[in-house]
Nanobody, 119 residues
Framework: VQLQASGGGLVQPGGSLRLSCAAS????????MGWYRQAPGKKRELVAD???????NYADSVKGRFTISRDNAKNTVYLQMNSLKPEDTAVYYC??????????????WGQGTQVTVSS
């Protein structure tokens, strides 16, 4: 099982980016999926997560600007980021609690994608 994230890049303040993260491998089911970020010198923090039923949770710093969604048929989670600010600059990691075909459920992490907000 692996998670592959994509969609990061350089954007000006006020701009938008959409991150994607696809889970692949021998997957029986996926429970919660989410996005975390880690800025230089700071701890990794939760940005947003979403349950298999679609319930969402956001960090206060991104409420009203970011939207998390998922496509269960594609085992993919998305993060639409609007009104980006320089303080959103970080490496973004996707995370998922996955039940593999073999073995017990566990958390998996994607490889991280850099988001830089700068003029």
């Amino acid at each position: 099982v692996q998670l592959q994230a994509s969609g990061g890049g350089l954007v000006q303040p006020g701009g938008s980016l959409r991150l994607s993260c696809a889970a692949s491998g021998s997957i029986f089911s996926i429970n919660a999926m989410g996005w975390y970020r880690q800025a230089p010198g700071k701890k990794r923090e939760l940005v947003a997560d979403i349950t298999s039923g679609g319930a969402t949770n956001y960090a206060d710093s991104v409420k009203g600007r970011f939207t998390i969604s998922r496509d269960n048929a594609k085992n993919t989670v998305y993060l639409q980021m609007n009104s980006l600010k320089p303080e959103d600059t970080a490496v973004y990691y996707c995370n998922a609690y996955i039940n593999p075909v073999v073995g017990g459920p566990q958390y998996y992490w994607g490889q991280g994608t850099q988001v830089t907000v700068s003029s």
